[in-house]
């Protein structure tokens, strides 16, 4: 077990926790009485969590949800018509890309 001041504790903070990583505790003290203990956690889990006990025999995702929807789908998940029939598309203010410009005459 090792006992650090706060200010050495600051400076090799690095040094400490690897340390611990190796199974040393470290009690960090505040003008020589001890304040906080600085000791490894327990391991977590790296898997997956097994959720067959909280809801035994459900499937969570299956192909089908890759699928796209119908439109009765859409319809009802929507609440009404998921695309309009016909779009009113407007002329574009700017030209169409191939219109020919004016070029401007240079300044004299």
């Known amino acids: 077990m090792l006992m650090v001041n706060i200010a050495e504790a600051k400076a090799k903070l690095s040094e400490y926790v690897e340390a611990v990583t190796k199974g ?14 600085l000791r490894p956690i327990e391991a977590t889990r790296l898997g ?35 695309w309009p029939a016909k779009v009113a598309e407007t002329k574009s203010v700017y030209g169409a890309a191939g219109d020919k410009k004016t070029k401007r005459k240079p300044r004299a």
């Open 24 to 37: 040393e505790h470290v009690i960090i003290c505040n003008r020589n009485r001890p304040v906080a203990e």
């Open 48 to 82: 997956p969590r097994d959720l067959s006990p909280m809801f035994p025999g459900e499937t969570f995702m299956t192909d089908a949800f890759f699928e796209p929807m119908t439109d009765g789908e859409l319809r009802e998940w929507y609440g009404q018509e998921a």
